[in-house]
């Protein structure tokens, strides 16, 4: 991450609150990836950070992207991404994003055996399996799980690639992603392992999707994902990181608007869950770094502007009393940060900047109010 020094001069610069990445620390996570990973081929699940320059930046290193929605199809078909670059997943996908995919060429994860039916002949398929196992990870992260709405049950898999194959789409091979922030290595382990286990003919990918841990160990999740394509007789390993590749290289940076005590000690900040939604929505917790010096320490409460009791960017931490004015950033929120922002309370999104070669870059300017009410407006009606 970047200094404390450049970080403060981020705030003073851009205002708060801000977006700060660090360019150098995306390229550092692709390359542990790499070293993991081998000749595995990377698609960033771009729900993490859909910013264009962080997609530029991990497409100029051979990176393609994994799109579950059509606005992320959209973003990638700005990009001018080839369909080899592209995997088309998500359990509800739009006609849209049908057409769309099918005419890049891109690779279509299927959810359910009835999707067999909505791609067309010839297209590229993988097949997503629920492998159905509890893992290490809050339960709305967990998506492997028997209860969890995605992927084909393991007892139907082999049919499915059956139907698929008479329907004429090409079955590249099979799919699994078990969650998100899966601290286990052991838990990636077991689910490859039954994937391992189908019989589905002959098949040349085996995607292990996402998941990792910011601390996970890579060469241990790699290890596994290679003895299960093995067994499979795969011959490509495609892996989907989010988190993993962008998570380290942002902060949120907030400044204090005041101190208050009711029945707790808050330090109430000019961000909340409308800029960083995962504490409230996981009870996730965020580094923090104090940009100031401080008084004495105390342990406070990071509340945010919000009329909601919950709005917290974090609790009992333990920080040197700040004054108002004073600038805290919350570390590891590249991932799922601005990208789960929202406009609730017509608050107009933070800019997001990059530090790269030694020189901040904007990279999506401040919303003005009118940006967030824009869409309620009459346009002129535009023609399709
Ligand atoms: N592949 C698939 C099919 C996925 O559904 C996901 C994430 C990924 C890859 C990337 O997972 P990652 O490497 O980032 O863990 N909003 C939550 C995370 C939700 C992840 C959803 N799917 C959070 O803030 O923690």
Redesign the pocket.
């Known amino acids: 991450m970047l200094s404390p020094a450049l970080l403060q001069d981020a705030a003073e610069r851009f205002g708060t609150p801000l977006y700060v990445y660090d360019a150098a620390e995306i390229d550092g996570a692709l390359g542990r990836v790499r070293a993991a990973f081998g000749d595995a081929r990377v698609?960033y699940?771009m729900?993490?950070n859909s910013n264009f320059t962080i997609l530029e930046r991990l497409r100029a290193r051979g990176v393609g992207f994994?799109a579950?929605s059509p606005g992320e199809l959209a973003r990638v078909r700005h990009l001018g991404c080839a369909g080899s670059e592209v995997i088309v997943?998500?359990p509800a996908k739009t006609r849209e994003e049908y057409e769309l995919g099918q005419a890049m060429g891109a690779t279509f994860?299927l959810d359910r055996l009835s999707e067999v039916a909505l791609v067309a002949p010839g297209t590229a398929v993988l097949l997503?399996v629920n492998p159905a196992l509890d893992v290490s990870t809050?339960d709305?992260?967990a998506?492997g799980a028997a209860k969890s709405k995605?992927g084909v049950r393991l007892e139907d898999v082999e049919r499915g690639v059956k139907l698929a194959r008479e329907a004429g789409l090409v079955v590249r091979g099979l799919?699994v992603?078990i969650?998100?922030?899966?601290r286990e290595a052991a838990d990636f382990g077991m689910a490859f392992e039954k994937l391992a286990k189908l019989d589905v003919g002959t098949i040349d990918v085996l995607d292990v999707?996402?998941?990792?841990?910011l601390d996970a160990d890579l060469s241990g999740i790699a290890s596994k994902a290679r003895q299960a394509r093995d067994a499979l007789g795969a011959s490509e390993l495609w892996v989907?990181?989010?988190?993993?590749?962008v998570?380290r290289s942002g902060a949120l940076l907030t400044r204090v608007v005041g101190l208050k005590q009711t029945g707790r000690s808050f330090v109430i900040v000019d961000a909340g869950m409308t800029e960083l939604?995962?504490p409230m929505?996981?009870g996730?917790s965020h580094p923090l770094l104090a940009l100031y010096a401080g008084g004495t320490e105390g342990v406070f409460d990071l509340a945010g502007p919000a009329c909601e009791s919950g709005d917290l960017l974090a609790s009992n931490v333990t920080l040197p009393t700040p004054s108002v004015g004073d600038a805290v950033a919350v570390l590891e929120a590249g991932?799922?940060?601005a990208?789960?922002s929202s406009t609730y309370l017509s608050r107009s999104r933070p800019a997001e900047v990059m530090y790269d070669a030694g020189a901040w870059q904007v990279i999506r300017r401040r919303e003005r109010p009118e940006d967030v009410w824009r869409a309620e407006l009459a346009e002129a009606p535009t023609l399709a």
């Open positions: 698609f699940a729900k993490a994994e579950v997943n998500g994860v997503r809050h709305h992260l998506t995605f799919h992603h969650g998100s922030a899966i999707g996402g998941g990792w841990g989907e990181p989010g988190r993993y590749l998570a939604m995962r929505l996981y996730a991932a799922y940060g990208a789960m």
